[in-house]
């Protein structure tokens, strides 16, 4: 069930990273400039932002199970919908909605949270983030390569397929849960804010990984641009290529996990920052161009997802020991601010390498991990 859940959260995050490697296509498919394009992008992560606030605070007031299976339908409805888009408005607002409804990944953590043993849950996250980062990393291949061929519009078609496909298998397999609360919605919605206010630890989570991720969504933005750009001139395939250099990540998480469960959250928070710090200095180099610039890239993004995506364990495990009854609420206020922080990245990533440069888009990732670093090092010095 693990697993299976696991692949959940790949097909579902999948949605929102496909379009970076069809930006360039999309671009020229609807003849609009690529940082128009990227839109889509920003769009279908503010969308997913208040799809975590909207709508994930009923998974501590509705079962899992018709939930979930809803949210996928719907996505894929969308994801079709999108495929058929006649102009970049029209494709940005579908995206929105589209992110608004694939929020999946963020139900099924607390519920596996809540299924298995507290010395276990940080194995468990670990590997249901393993199957969001194979979404990722096989989303953005199989976009890129999809889109080569038959152009930008049959990524969203088979990303509408594996949403269908999934609806039906977990409507007959997802394990029955109780709701833990009977609230009325906009108590739950309420309840998202008074733990912000309530809860210092889990404001600390939030400000974490919203500036990581934002460097993490402003790599992968700017990524798109430079690779199809003049400096190396590559298809949109390139990315996906990229992205799957990447796939050491999938192994890194569950054991970031486990040395959670060992050394406690705040250790692999810094590790994170650190690496995320080096990453910066490193992706810089991949705007020389030539085998040294792409091998500066693929240590680079493999540095930064694998902190990313760590700090993401850490700083969830942290979250989910707060208060139990309340973990669908918890992940929501974390997962709103991260994926604000991501939709910020990829707006300030498309303003940066059109004024600047790839050096703009390192030196915004630099900024981001230095404001987490600063924030973990003066709660250290206060300890």
Do not use: K
């Not at 990273?17 to 069809?22: L, R, T, W």
């Not at 930006?23 to 503010?46: D, I, K, S």
């Not at 997802?174 to 609360?181: D, G, N, R, S």
């Amino acid at each position: 069930m693990v697993l299976l859940l696991a692949v959940a959260c790949g097909v579902a995050v999948g949605n929102l990273y496909f379009p970076q490697a069809v930006v360039p296509l999309v671009a020229a498919g609807l003849g609009v400039p690529a940082g128009t394009a990227a839109l889509v992008v920003t769009a279908a992560q503010f969308g997913y932002a208040a799809g975590i606030l909207l709508l994930v605070p009923l998974g501590d007031r509705v079962p899992h199970r018709p939930l979930i299976t809803t949210l996928l339908v719907t996505t894929g409805a969308g994801l079709l919908a999108a495929s058929a888009a006649p102009g970049p408005v029209a494709l940005a607002g579908l995206s929105a909605l589209i992110g608004v409804t694939t929020v999946v990944a963020p139900l099924v953590g607390p519920m596996a949270a809540g299924l298995v043993p507290e010395e276990r849950r940080g194995a468990v996250t670990g590997t249901l983030l393993a199957g969001s980062i194979g979404g990722m990393l096989l989303s953005r291949a199989a976009g890129g390569a999809l889109g080569e061929w038959l152009g930008w519009r049959a990524p969203y078609v088979l990303a509408a397929a594996a949403s269908l496909t999934l609806a039906a298998v977990l409507a007959r397999t997802l394990p029955t849960t109780a709701p833990a609360v009977r609230q009325p919605y906009p108590r739950l919605l309420a309840a998202t804010l008074r733990l912000l206010r309530d809860e210092p630890e889990l404001r600390r989570s939030c400000l974490y990984q919203a500036t990581v991720f934002g460097a993490f969504t402003a790599v992968w933005t700017g990524a798109a641009l430079l690779l199809t750009g003049p400096v190396y001139g590559f298809g949109a395939q390139s990315v996906g290529v990229l992205a799957l250099v990447n796939v050491a990540t999938m192994l890194a998480t569950p054991a970031a996990g486990r040395l959670i469960d060992r050394r406690g959250p705040d250790a692999v928070n810094l590790a994170c920052f650190l690496a995320v710090l080096v990453s910066a200095a490193v992706l810089a180099a991949g705007g020389l161009g030539g085998a040294a610039g792409l091998a500066a890239l693929a240590l680079g993004t493999l540095l930064l997802d694998v902190a990313m995506q760590s700090g993401m364990v850490a700083n969830q495990v942290r979250i989910w020991a707060l208060r139990p009854e309340a973990r669908s609420r918890l992940n929501t206020a974390y997962m709103v601010c991260a994926f604000l922080g991501g939709g910020f990245g990829s707006w300030a990533a498309t303003r940066a390498y059109t004024h600047v440069g790839w050096p703009g888009v390192s030196a915004l990732v630099a900024l981001l991990a230095g404001l987490a670093l600063a924030r973990h090092l003066l709660r250290r010095s206060r300890l």
